[in-house]
């Protein structure tokens, strides 16, 4: 069994886009500029954020972190993004999500510039994504097919699951397994109605498990010298941290490891990777790669 090293793939990523920048900057360029709204408070929303402004720091890019208390109206919100929007030193920039109950966060998805949207949440991304044209793709699944290139993981003709199918993992990651540029794989999505969901794993070459439930995917479910990547990262209770909690992911790690080939332990796995890409997202950003 080989442990996919997450953190460390993401340093070397993270260096490697800090060199093309500087190369960029010696030419004349312009360094690129990642801008990130935080609504409100949240624990994890501050910590995801806080990590994006670190991750620009370490690539050499300039980033503005923008901050509304909980009570923002949706307007104002929108306001904001239209700012965005037109600000031409702005490259790309972040909603974090979620936002508070009381904004249409499809809405404001839909407002942001699909030029600058390094999320890859905008329709027009997701549908060019959807159609194999270049376009910012959602950084978790992008981050996954990172993974699985740079550890030299066959993917084409394999049998894949995915486990889940939101909008920001589940589904991309189902497309681009597909799609015969990316992934070239048999994919089978899998959600809280499927009937048949352990067969379906029982017979999977690779499982990418995006649902959120510590610990679900178990043992018996896994195919001898199967590959595995864990995208959950549930906050659960746990006394002996200082924190209070620990991040469990959606695989019992310690019964699972020993039948695959490669698995990606959480933390350290898939998590590094979703910051890296929406760096490589910047950076494509900044240098209008998919859209003059
Ligand atoms: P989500 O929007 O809550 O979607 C969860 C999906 O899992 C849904 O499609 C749901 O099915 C399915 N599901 C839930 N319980 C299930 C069950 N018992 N059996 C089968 N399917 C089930 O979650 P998400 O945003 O995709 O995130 C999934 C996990 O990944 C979370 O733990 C999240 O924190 C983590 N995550 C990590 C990263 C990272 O960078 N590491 C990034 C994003 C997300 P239905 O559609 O039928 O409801």
């Known amino acids: 069994m080989q442990l996919i090293d997450g953190k460390a793939t993401a340093a070397r990523i993270k260096e490697e886009i800090a060199q093309e920048v500087e190369q960029i900057v010696e030419a004349g360029g312009k360094r690129p500029h990642l801008a990130a709204v935080l609504v409100g408070h949240d624990g994890g929303s501050e910590t995801y954020v806080k990590n994006k402004v670190l991750a620009c720091e370490a690539c050499g890019f300039t980033s503005s972190l923008i901050r509304y208390e909980d009570n923002v109206t949706e307007e104002e919100l929108l306001a904001c993004v239209d700012r965005l929007n037109r600000d031409a030193d702005v490259d790309g920039f972040i909603v974090q999500l979620p936002l508070p109950k009381h904004i249409d966060e499809q809405k404001i998805i839909e407002a942001i510039d699909y030029h600058k949207d390094v999320d890859g949440f905008h329709p027009v991304n997701v549908g060019r994504m959807a159609i194999g044209l270049p376009c910012f793709i959602s950084a978790t699944p992008l981050g996954i097919m990172t993974l699985l290139r740079r550890y030299g993981i066959e993917t084409s003709g394999k049998k894949c699951v ?131």
């Open 162 to 292: 995915v486990l889940g199918r939101s909008n920001i993992v589940g589904k991309p990651m189902a497309q681009l397994m597909m799609q015969k540029e990316y992934g070239d794989a048999t994919v089978t999505v899998c959600h809280s109605r499927s009937k048949n969901l352990k067969e379906e794993c029982r017979e999977a070459d690779i499982i990418i498990a995006a649902i959120g439930r510590p610990d679900f995917v178990t043992a018996d479910m896994v195919k001898e010298g199967a590959v595995i990547v864990d995208v959950g990262t549930t906050r659960v209770p746990d006394a002996s941290r200082k924190s209070g909690y620990r991040l469990n992911g959606d695989v019992k790690f310690d019964e699972v490891a020993p039948h695959c080939s490669f698995i990606t332990p959480v933390p350290g796995g898939v998590g590094p990777m979703t910051i890296c890409s929406l760096m490589k997202n910047t950076l494509a950003a900044g240098k209008k790669e998919y859209y003059k």
